[in-house]
């Protein structure tokens, strides 16, 4: 069975800081693996999406790594703004009818 | 991009009650739907696989008779919680995969409150 974690939990950093978060999972055989955003009772939006077959993808100021041999991912975030707070879930796609295991978010705080 | 319309966004109902939430893919088709539910502070527990034209698959203890879950067409997928207790008040959220390149979209979410 696929286990998500997600570390740290949460996250506090001042505005401009460059950051990472992690994830990590049990089972290297993905489809794929995806990095969300979910705002406060709100749904989740989609930052990136990477391949198993890829090694990172990037969009603005986001920057996402996949290491399927060591079960890894992380999301970099440069230059970091007050809206980029928010809790941020990554998604393992396994290779069996496209059903997600999330992990349990990190809680990330941008103080102006 | 892609877009997956969840209604309604919240809703509140008398306990023994049932409600139904919709799930739309907009500008796709999507043979597969997922419905989770999520309690505060916590992540995106799956509930169940939501396949156009036959019977959904329930994930470990869900109560399927609870959780009534139609997928009639390729682009909408119901959930409904039938005569709802207050332990159903949560956060469901329903997702769509995009067959074109296997990516997940999130609807925006319904909280149900069961009073």
Redesign the interface.
């Given at each position: 069975k696929q286990e998500v974690t997600q570390i740290p939990a949460a996250l506090s950093v001042p505005e401009g800081e460059n950051l990472v978060l992690n994830c990590s999972f049990t089972d290297s055989a993905i489809?794929?693996l995806?990095w969300?955003r979910q705002d406060p009772?709100?749904?989740?939006?989609?930052l990136l999406?990477i391949?198993s077959s890829q090694r990172e993808q990037t969009s603005g100021r986001l920057n996402a790594s996949l290491d399927k041999s060591s079960g890894r991912s992380t999301l970099y975030i440069a230059a970091s703004q007050p809206g980029d707070s928010a809790t941020y879930?990554c998604?393992v796609?396994g290779t069996n009818?496209?059903?997600?295991?999330?992990?349990?978010?990190t809680t990330l705080t941008v103080k102006p | 991009g892609a877009v997956v319309s969840q209604h309604p966004s919240w809703v509140i109902c008398k306990s023994g009650t049932s409600v139904k939430i919709e799930c739309r893919s907009l500008d796709f088709q999507a043979t597969t739907m997922f419905w989770y539910r999520q309690f505060p502070k916590q992540s995106l527990m799956l509930m169940a696989t939501s396949n156009e034209g036959s019977k959904a698959t329930y994930e470990q203890g869900v109560e399927k008779d609870k959780f009534l879950i139609n997928h009639a067409s390729l682009t909408l997928s119901t959930l409904t919680v039938t005569s709802a207790h207050p332990e159903d008040s949560s956060f469901y959220i329903c997702s769509a995969i995009q067959t074109t390149n296997e990516k997940l979209f999130f609807g925006s979410g319904t909280q149900l409150s069961v009073l």
């Open positions: 489809y794929n995806q969300f009772g709100k749904g989740l939006t989609s999406l391949q879930l998604a796609m009818a496209g059903k997600s295991t999330f992990g349990d978010g | -």
